[in-house]
């Protein structure tokens, strides 16, 4: 059961076109959703513009299949988002990644990263630091998904202790990963390969 004291998230998995996504949210609207993440092709920027203006209040949450930094700008240039959720792995590289939270920080939208492949939650832990430290300072309205599998493979994983993701005290971007794991899924010689 979920209430006023808990967040409620919608995550469409760009399974619907803009009217049944208008409709859904809709009809969920009663039970106050934070957002609907991905509600629509991420490539449809005039789409989700207008899943933004007819779902307000609801927050439209997209950006995990988002590839540079120029569609990121259209999305909000329209007011399609209104939280921005950077896949680092997908943006390519450091780079890319600050320029977008630098755009969203000059649109006053929030970046709540997408974290979920093998590493993503190593990576994505310095990124909302460099945002809340170097660019936004600010916190509000902010989070980082968190998958809990595959951090057994890191020497320096991420530690969540009451809710949070705690910093990391080793220096680098903790996703160096342990010898004994690289081996085993070293293609195509590794132990998982050779038994499949």
Known sequence: EI????????????RWDVPVAISWMRDLAPFDPYWIEEPTSPDDILGHAAIARA??????????HV????????????????ICQIDA???????????VLLLAAKFGVPVCPHAGGVGLCELVQHLSAVDYIAISGRIDGRMIEYVDHLHEHFLDPVVIRDGSYRLPSQPGYSAEMRPESLARYRFPDGAEWASS
Do not use: W, Y
């Not at 209430?3 to 760009?14: E, T």
């Not at 700008?73 to 988002?81: E, N, P, S, Y």
């Open 3 to 14: 209430g006023p004291d808990r967040m409620l998230a919608v995550d469409a998995n760009q």
């Open 55 to 64: 779902v307000a209040p609801i927050r439209v949450a997209t950006g995990e």
């Open 67 to 82: 590839h540079n930094r120029v569609m990121f700008k259209q999305l909000l240039q329209a007011g399609a988002i209104s």
């Open 89 to 99: 792995c997908r943006l390519g590289g450091v780079n890319e990644v600050v320029a």
